[in-house]
T-cell receptor, first 112, second 111 residues
């Protein structure tokens, strides 16, 4: 069953802590993306990676970090520097810009 | 700058009525346009791409370069069409094939 798996589904973080959201795909896609989804704001790009060991900042990268050590994996770390981290985070992958994205089921992060 | 605008946050129609979800984009070249749908408690999924000119679940969308629009239409709405819909744009200038999304339109189909 090919697809993208995000974990955990729900995550609670105390203020001042870093947390890492997992994203794994078995679609053999080169490109992977992290978006943040907030009500009324659509999806905003945090980071993306076109190839292993390379990634680029998106529109709202401040307070976030990523790594791409394997083709299948693109974890996102939400650092304590992110001022408003409570949100729904979506990971996606793509084989080409003509095909669109395949999305994971998302992680809902809440800061308590 | 490239941008996607979905002017309606919420669109409410009755079952069997025609529905049109508006999408306008800003880009002067040849865009790749997509519609994504997110049903309640389900993941975001691709509904259709303009390049394939397909009809999915009775929905169609035509690219109008003159009006820079890619409106999503369905002649007879069903209750199961209730969902969040996002229009998205990709261009050759978008490094990494990244998509630019609109703010989304929530479609509510009432019985």
């Amino acid at each position: 069953d090919g697809g993208i798996t995000q974990s955990p589904k729900y995550l609670f973080r105390k203020e001042g802590q870093n947390v890492t959201l997992s994203c794994e795909q078995n679609l053999n896609h080169d490109a992977m993306y992290w978006y943040r989804q907030d009500p009324g704001q659509g999806l905003r790009l945090i980071y993306y990676s076109q190839i292993v060991n390379d990634f680029q900042k998106g529109d709202i990268a401040e307070g976030y970090s990523v790594s791409r050590e394997k083709k299948e994996s693109f974890p996102l770390t939400v650092t304590s520097a992110q001022k408003n981290p409570t949100a729904f985070y979506l990971c996606a992958s793509s084989i080409s810009r003509y095909d669109g994205y395949t999305f994971g089921s998302g992680t809902r992060l809440t800061v308590v | 700058a490239q941008r996607v605008t979905q002017p309606e946050k919420l669109l409410s129609v009755f079952k069997g009525a025609p529905v049109e979800l508006k999408c306008n984009y800003s880009y002067s070249g040849s865009p790749e346009l997509f519609w994504y749908v997110q049903y309640s408690r389900q993941r975001l999924q691709l509904l259709l791409r303009h390049i394939s000119r397909e009809s999915i679940k009775g929905f169609t969308a035509d690219l109008n370069k003159g009006e820079t629009s890619f409106h999503l239409k369905k002649p007879f709405a069903q209750e199961e069409d209730s969902a969040m819909y996002y229009c998205a744009l990709s261009t050759i200038y978008n490094q990494g094939g990244k998509l630019i999304f609109g703010q989304g339109t929530e479609l509510s189909v009432k019985p």
